[in-house]
């Protein structure tokens, strides 16, 4: 393997605070995601984990907080806070998918695919009008659009139920088309919420291929909420732990691991609530 | 499976259970006939007096207890004494004198209806369909039906051009063609905002008023032609579309379809009411007719200098050829927005249309502008609103703002629900039901609608998703399969 040029900030995140009303979801959270790396967002439930995924993605609009999205040069970082949701996806190319699969079950798998890459193919299309008229310049841009989609389904798995409708997939099948979905926007910076819910040992097992797949051919980043401790564990460069929306640790999987603060939030000071196979699989990971 | 076959004649009938389930249904029945049928309000000597019928009501009460009564022993497994009681029923309300005509109606048939039902169960082994079964089917039926229409879609065009023609086709016929294809033509511009993009648009009526009343204002005021206005018209519905879409289209669901009923009755209320403009309640008399494309008027005496059609083409002068101009341009404008839709779906901004209808968060996160999404939809759907309300004018040549009334839209929409949202051949399906079964019943129009009504009831629980509710995509990697097989597939799967 050759040497792998050092990674570079993709995603600065600075003093993020979200308060809804009284509530302070997220208070004063920094970190920082390097491109063509793996960062992991951990954390016990409630602590503030999805929230930060909805400031950065654009569905929140965080109370105070710098969000920056470095790009290539030359152009300049783009300031997320800022931007409407659709536009960090477009603009920013920040991609993700949601804890509860939110697929177009209606539509086929395919048409999952191409409808993620609606803004390149409406300029090819001229805005629908040399779309209308049938221009070999929409075909081409479709043959494209359709190849690229026939790359991540072949990836993931699902070129042979490519015309099925998305709804009648199994689980594991639709997780993995979304991940396949979000990959057709072409994104800088991959956001995954909880990719691993609900996955047996052996599809967590193709998901951590899978990340370390886009991260080393795709040369990206990835961020990624995850309460599985198989997956962080292995394949993650980099983790940040939340608790009660404030950030505990920071640093690679063995530093975390043996961190006291994360220790103590994950076991509880008086013991409590957290079942043993999650303590063993935190302690003795990897 | 709730299905019960008679060979499980173990459990015992509960006739308790049976006589208690006849005898609720039956008190329903009187506390909903006592105050509706039973008394009824009569005008003696300019007095209003209340005149009972309590005959009416024991005979609709004794109905609905032998129907339940005769549904609940099929249910359990007891058809046959049922089919015969069933038969002796309708037979004897023939020839009994009940005391009113449509309860003699519903003795019959419904004594028919319980005997066909014990009839198949007897046959079928099975006393009732389970809901997922009867799912299936229907499912079977709908993608049957969806490998046929690509037969059927050209055949049904070719009619419908021939149709002008056919020797049965008189004044009547052709004019009830206009009227079908008029709805056909808004059923699928709707199906653009309703069905693909999944808006609920309740004030769709209001482009169509739009349409109308620009063409009508247009030719009064400054004397232009339908030519001209057609797609003037289409443009100013379209901007009002834009126009109510910018505010609006940020709300969701219920809130969405309140406000565009709002705005649909905002139009039919400014019209009535705007007297010095629009002529308020009395309407626009007047508009004039189309022409044959600018080059000659449909008149037996053409004014000098004008050509008119019978002396251009060297035929007999007739009233039916303007009738029939006026069926081939609805066609035309019909069949235009169909092959737009057809077309459209193909595009990514039919598929983003979709896409929103199945989730609009995900859209965003996949960096899809909703609103500017949304208002194509909307400002397309009403430019073919437009184009249909000019084509209204010039047809009647006399509007007013009782055309444009809320059940207008609510027929629309109807309309595209039951065909099937988003399917084109649903909607016409749906057409021919909910306009062409009545105009060709015009004698029972009393009990108009109360057949839509049970209409509509049938279709809910039978098929919520519409007659014709198989989609096929867009795109496809493999070789295209039929519909049926697609619906095989999903049988084995599931």
């Known amino acids: 393997m050759t040497v792998p040029p050092k990674p570079t900030p993709l995603l600065e995140v600075e003093h993020l605070t979200m308060r809804f009303g009284g509530l302070i979801a997220v208070s004063e959270v920094s970190f920082t995601a390097m491109d063509r790396e793996i960062t992991a967002i951990i954390g016990p439930n409630g602590a503030g984990k999805t929230t930060v995924f909805n400031c950065l993605t654009g569905f929140y609009t965080p109370t105070v907080g710098r969000l920056t999205m470095h790009r290539k040069p030359p152009k300049t970082p783009l300031y997320l806070e800022r931007l409407e949701a659709y536009r960090i996806a477009h603009k920013a190319r920040v991609a993700r998918t949601f804890q509860n699969i939110r697929l177009f079950s209606g539509m086929s798998v395919l048409e999952n695919m191409i409808v993620a890459q609606h803004n390149k193919l409406m300029r090819a299309s001229g805005f629908s009008l040399a779309g209308l008229f049938g221009l070999p310049v929409y075909r081409r841009a479709e043959r494209a659009a359709v190849d690229l989609a026939r790359y991540w389904l072949d990836r993931v798995n699902l070129i042979d139920v490519a015309d099925w409708q998305a709804g009648n997939l199994p689980y594991g099948a639709q997780r993995r088309l979304e991940i396949a979905r979000a990959m057709c926007t072409e994104p800088a910076l991959l956001c995954l919420d909880e990719p691993a ?51 505990i640790s920071d640093g690679t999987p063995a530093e975390v691991r043996v961190d006291p603060a994360v220790i103590r939030a994950y076991l509880g000071e008086e013991e409590e609530e957290t079942p043993p196979e999650a303590v063993q699989r935190l302690a003795g990971g990897a | 499976m709730t299905a019960v076959a008679p060979g499980v004649r173990a459990h015992t009938l509960d006739i308790a259970a049976v006589l208690k389930e006849s005898a609720l249904a039956a008190l329903v029945a009187l506390l909903l006939a006592f105050p509706l049928v039973g008394l ?62 449509p309860l003699k109606l519903i003795a019959v048939a419904g004594g028919a209806i319980i005997a066909l039902r014990a009839a198949l169960a007897l046959r079928s082994h099975h006393s009732t369909l389970s809901l997922a079964e009867r799912e299936r089917r229907m499912d079977r039926v709908g993608a049957r039906f969806q490998d046929a229409s690509r037969l059927i879609g050209p055949i049904a065009v070719i009619f419908a051009v021939a149709l002008p023609f056919l020797p049965f086709a008189d004044r009547a016929v052709v004019d009830i063609g206009i009227l079908l294809l008029t709805y056909i033509m808004l059923g699928w511009g709707l199906n653009i905002v309703v069905g693909l993009a999944g808006l609920l648009d309740l004030g769709y009526v209001a482009f169509y008023a739009v349409g109308a009343y620009s063409y009508a204002l247009l030719a009064q005021y400054f004397g232009f032609s339908f030519w001209l206005c057609l797609p003037l018209a289409g443009l100013l519905a379209s901007l009002s579309g834009l126009l109510l879409g910018f505010p609006v289209l940020r709300l969701r669901g219920d809130y969405f379809a309140i406000v565009t009923l709002g705005f649909g009755e905002m139009i039919r209320i400014i019209l009535i009411n705007w007297y010095d403009f629009t002529g308020g309640p009395n309407g626009i008399s007047g508009i004039p007719r189309p022409s044959f494309f600018g080059i000659a008027d449909f008149v037996r005496n053409p004014e000098p200098g004008v050509l008119s059609f019978h002396e251009l083409f060297g035929v007999e002068y007739s009233s039916i050829q303007r009738i029939i101009f006026l069926y081939y341009l609805i066609l035309v404008l019909a069949l235009f927005v169909n092959f737009f839709t057809l077309r459209i779906r193909k595009l990514p901004i039919g598929r983003a249309w979709e896409a929103l209808r199945e989730d609009d968060v995900a859209c965003t996160a996949l960096g899809i502008n909703r609103t500017n999404i949304k208002l194509a939809a909307f400002s397309i759907a009403a430019m073919f609103g437009g184009f249909a309300g000019s084509f209204f004018a010039t047809r009647q040549g006399f509007i007013s703002p009782e055309s444009f009334s809320f059940i207008e839209s609510a027929i629309i929409l109807a309309i595209v629900v039951l065909g099937g949202m988003g399917s084109q051949a649903g909607v016409v399906v749906a057409t021919l039901l909910v306009i062409g079964l009545p105009e060709m019943f015009r004698e029972l129009s009393q009990y108009r609608m109360l057949a839509f009504g049970i209409g509509m009831v049938l279709i809910m629980l039978w098929r919520p998703r519409g007659l014709l509710a198989h989609r096929d995509p867009t795109i496809l990697l493999h070789k295209r399969k039929s519909a049926m097989q697609q619906q095989q597939e999903s049988e084995d799967r599931a």
Request: net charge negative; hydrophobic share 50%; proline share 5%.
């Open chain 2, 40 to 101: 009824r309000t009569v005008d003696v000597l300019s007095r209003l007096t209340i005149e009972p019928h309590f005959a009416e009501v024991a005979v609709a009460v004794v109905l609905v207890f032998l129907g339940r009564l005769g549904m609940a022993l099929t249910r359990e497994g007891r058809p046959l004494p049922v089919l015969v009681a069933s038969l002796v029923v309708a037979a004897s309300a023939w020839f009994l004198p009940l005391p009113t005509m």
């Open chain 1, 197 to 247: 819910a609900g996955l047996n040992p052996r599809e967590s097992a193709e998901l951590s291929d899978l990340l370390t797949f886009i991260r080393d051919e795709h040369k990206i980043g990835v961020l990624l909420i995850e309460h599985d401790m198989s997956v962080v564990m292995t394949i993650s460069d980099h983790v940040v732990v939340l608790e009660y929306g404030r950030k």
